[in-house]
């Protein structure tokens, strides 16, 4: 099982602003200073959408953000667009030099 | 271009073993740590292993370490995932990975996928 938490689903309307919550115990996940967010459409493999918290990789919006407080990571998506309609898994380094995926969350774009 | 080709999965009943292969191509393989993470069906990703560039440091997840074991193989590009005892939880898609080098593993490349089912 899974040691990260998230909703199983956040829905949102074109142009709005989601955010997807991500929370475990920070003891275990280096206070959450390395966590990464994936997306994944159906059929397909997922992508890395930012990584160390708030970072994006190259070729990815500025319409995703990421951010921590205490024990919890979060996505956000801006201006909410169709094509954002995905599977989000958070991702955290973890102990013994391991990497521990969240739960997963459906975005659906209504 | 990068690609990532997985191949050795299929069917095998619980206490067995499997050896998954993933062919590497349009990199520089040795530079880069390589990873395996696996996805149910239906469910969410799990993180399974994870290899150095040289192959000198292996590290697995809780659920596999002691069963699978990780290994690569710089002259023909390669990396292999042996799986033995397996368990009908071990079913997923696993998934070869490559590592953004100087991350914590962390991912930019995947492929698409071996099936690996655990039935009797």
């Known amino acids: 099982h899974s040691a990260l938490t998230q909703p199983a689903s956040v829905s949102g309307s074109p142009g709005q602003s989601i955010t997807i919550s991500c929370t475990g115990n920070?003891?275990?996940?280096?206070?959450?200073?390395?966590v990464s967010w994936y997306q994944q459409h159906p059929g397909k493999a997922p992508t890395l959408v930012i990584f160390?918290?708030?970072n994006r990789p190259s070729g990815v919006s500025s319409r995703f953000s990421g951010s921590k407080s205490g024990n919890t990571a979060s996505l956000t998506i801006s201006g909410l667009q169709a094509e954002d309609e995905a599977d989000y898994f958070c991702?955290?380094?973890?102990?013994?030099?391991?990497?521990?995926f969240g739960t997963g969350t459906q975005v659906f774009v209504l | 271009e990068v690609q990532l080709v997985e191949s050795g999965g299929g069917v095998v009943r619980p206490g067995g073993s499997l050896r998954l292969s993933c062919a590497a191509s349009g990199f520089t393989f040795e530079h880069y740590p390589m990873s395996w993470v696996r996805q149910s069906p239906g469910n969410g990703l799990e993180w399974v292993s994870g290899i150095s560039g040289n192959g000198g440091s292996r590290t697995y997840g809780d659920s596999v370490r002691g069963r699978f074991i990780i290994s690569r193989d710089n002259a023909k590009n390669s990396q292999y995932l042996q799986m033995n005892s397996l368990r009908p939880e071990d079913t997923a898609l696993y998934y070869c990975v490559r590592v953004i080098i100087g991350s914590l593993w962390d991912f930019d490349y995947w492929g698409q996928g071996a099936l690996v089912t655990v039935s009797s």
């Open positions: 991702s955290s380094y973890a102990a013994r030099d391991t990497r521990v």
């Open positions: 920070t003891n275990d996940m280096h206070s959450f200073a390395y």
């Open positions: 160390d918290v708030n």
